[in-house]
């Protein structure tokens, strides 16, 4: 059997995993001298290169010395948890990563945790130890603290660590020492992770980890050979969620080399592959040979705590430039979706044009609704609800840890701001250095909309991470938006007339020669209730002298909402109108009238809904 060794990295959002297998793959001469690579080479999706953050795991291989290593990149924002879940089930190992100045953070915690329920063994890589404010021998007791904390086992415990640079492919054993290239990673990696067991003539086993389009092979399906060996061309048993089985036949069998996969006849116990030929199998499902095949325990990950409804665009506006826009498009768009992604639940409503998304978090959902309309998708989502659960006859919902880093001087406005918002402080760490690190346990729901007015508090240089804790009783009301919204009172396009009158009134969304319809919401009220406004109203002719144009020049510029701001704002009773082209915001209902009956009805606990 070949020499072979899998390992998934893990850390917090940033901390430089991608950054480091980068270096991993220069240094075993994956890619040639001269050769022209994207930094982050793995950051591969338009998404992830724009936000400069890993969504998806991602697999790679790299050859040291007469060993294999298969490494799994995974992602560090905890939205994207299910993503690692699934990917530490395809290896044997993990490569903790911990930033030197930050320390461990809540993902950090996640992804350990959950390494340690598998029995992984850990190495500890910290990591930017080239910071100004790096504080490596700290941090390492810091993660020392978390093993024990998580009830590590002694072998756990008795980690080796390394200190490393990744941006530069350096590293070195002591805090300290020499730094040199990364040898002494290659080597720690191949004499602390056990190689694969497993026996290569017991029947098939296959754990489907990861399903990945291929535009001329269809579906691949991804995963780990648990027993057994696999051959190309060879008949197995497709072993499905629901306890069925159906016969395949393998087209295509590959295993990852560098950045790319390679076609191989056979592959044996713990080889990290890629089938083609096995039409529908999902994630957590499994494959199986011989005659009387065994499936794998399917595999499942922690439940979502929030959702958030996808309907058919029912605006004025719709199907303007949208390709798909039905609510069949939607929905095998959604489901497709929910097959491939674990962490991600759909169910439909009693309504045919809408469905409710179940997910981890918000950047989970935003980055689903940008994929969907990069891809030609056009509907409207919803406000973000968490879900409860009933214990006992009580009303249980999700809380959150949340871990703030900030200037002193803006400690104020958080703690109070995150009081309002029914948060607790249970720590304060102050480094001396000017900032001070804060943890706060409060509602999944408090944290609902509250990043944009953090960064704001903060002047931008606040840093909030946060990750799901346990679900505990109801905590009370909390106020979500206390401003109400600009509403257009009818068709028409945006006059900078119109603008200059209502600009004192609150922030507007929009500018001239927008087309706005009735019921869209045209910028934020500062009063805590909505108006209706007519924003395309011109000027009387007769008054054409009275205001010169560089009366004009006075126009506040709109403030274009992103999409992650849009859900943060929206309400209840209001609507995001996703297009490939724009976002609009706009209230469910548009009629005046309705909306006002409608509004009649509300009820306190609209934030919440009701989950058995
Ligand atoms: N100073 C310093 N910066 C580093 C080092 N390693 C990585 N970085 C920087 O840290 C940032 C994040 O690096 P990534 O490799 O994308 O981090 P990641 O852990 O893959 O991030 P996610 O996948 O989104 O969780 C980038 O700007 C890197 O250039 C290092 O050793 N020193
Ligand atoms: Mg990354």
Redesign the pocket.
Request: net charge negative; charged share 35%; hydrophobic share 25%.
């Given at each position: 059997m070949m020499n072979l060794r899998n390992i998934a990295i893990v850390?917090?959002?940033?901390?430089?995993?991608?950054?480091?297998v980068d270096a991993m793959l220069w240094q075993s001469g994956t890619f040639r001298e001269n050769q022209d690579v994207a930094?982050?080479v793995l950051?591969s999706m338009d998404l992830e290169r724009e936000k400069?953050?890993?969504i998806m795991a991602k697999n790679t291989a790299i050859t040291y010395g007469d060993v294999k290593i298969n490494i799994v990149?995974?992602?560090?924002?905890a939205d994207f948890g299910g993503e690692v879940e699934r990917t530490l089930r395809m290896v044997d190992g993990i490569m903790l990563?911990v930033d030197a100045a930050e320390g461990p953070l809540p993902q950090t915690r996640f992804v350990l945790s959950k390494a340690l329920e598998l029995g992984l063994p850990p190495i500890v890589v910290i990591?930017?130890?080239?910071?100004q404010d790096a504080r490596a021998s700290e941090v390492l007791n810091e993660v020392y603290d978390l093993f024990i904390d998580l009830d590590a086992s002694e072998e756990q415990i008795e980690f080796p660590v390394l200190y490393?640079?990744?941006?530069?492919g350096k590293c070195t054993r002591t805090p300290d020492g020499q730094l040199t290239d990364l040898q002494p990673l290659f080597e720690m990696i191949i004499e602390h992770i056990p190689p694969p067991s497993g026996d290569p003539d017991r029947p098939l086993q296959i754990l489907v980890t990861n399903v990945e389009p291929d535009e001329y092979l269809g579906p691949l399906a991804i995963g780990r050979v648990v027993a057994g060996t696999i051959r190309n061309r060879q008949r197995v048993t497709l072993c499905w969620r629901d306890g069925s089985q159906t016969g395949a036949a393998v087209t295509e069998l590959f295993v990852y080399k560098g950045l790319g996969r390679v076609p191989v006849s056979s592959a044996g116990p713990g080889e990290i592959i890629a089938l083609a030929g096995m039409s529908g199998i999902g994630l957590g499902e499994s494959i199986a040979g011989g005659e009387a095949p065994k499936p794998l325990p399917m595999l499942n990950v922690d439940e979502p705590t929030l959702s958030m409804e996808f309907s058919v665009n029912d605006s004025p506006f719709s199907g303007k430039d949208g390709q798909y826009v039905t609510s069949r498009h939607l929905r095998e768009r959604l489901f497709k979706e929910a097959r491939h992604n674990l962490a991600m639940r759909v169910e439909p409503t009693e309504s045919p044009d809408r469905f409710l998304v179940y997910g981890r978090g918000e950047l989970q959902m935003a980055i689903l609704i940008e994929q969907m309309r990069r891809e030609g998708y056009e509907f409207s989502v919803g406000m973000p609800r968490v879900l409860t659960r009933s214990v006992h006859g009580t009303t249980h919902e999700p809380y959150e840890l949340a871990l703030i880093d900030t200037a002193e001087e803006y400690m104020g406005i958080v703690v109070q701001k995150l009081g309002t918002r029914r948060g607790v402080m249970v720590k304060m760490v102050n480094h001396g250095s000017g900032r001070v690190r804060l943890e706060f346990e409060l509602p999944s729901r408090g944290l609902i909309g509250y990043r944009t007015e953090f960064l704001t508090d903060t002047k931008g240089t606040g840093i909030l991470t946060h990750l799901f804790t346990e679900y505990r009783p109801w905590a009370g009301d909390i106020v979500h938006r206390t401003t109400g919204a600009l509403v257009a009172d009818r068709h028409g396009r945006v006059t900078g007339y119109a603008m200059l009158n209502l600009q004192a009134r609150g922030q507007l969304f929009v500018g001239p020669t927008d087309e706005v319809y009735g019921g869209m919401l045209v910028g934020e009220n500062s009063r805590d209730s909505d108006l209706d406004v007519n924003i395309t109203k011109e000027k009387k002719q007769t008054n054409m002298r009275a205001v010169g144009s560089d009366a004009y020049e006075k126009i506040v510029p709109p403030l274009r909402l992103s999409l992650e701001q849009a859900i943060e704002f929206i309400r209840h009773d209001e609507l995001i109108e996703v297009t490939p082209q724009t976002l609009r915001l706009r209230k469910r209902h548009l009629d005046q009238n309705e909306r006002k009956q409608h509004a009649a009805r509300q009820t306190a606990g609209a934030d919440a809904e009701a989950h058995a």
């Open positions: 850390a917090h959002v940033d901390h430089g995993k991608t950054t480091l930094e982050r950051d400069g953050i890993t990149d995974t992602p560090g924002h990563l990591n930017k130890i080239d910071r490393s640079v990744a941006r530069e």
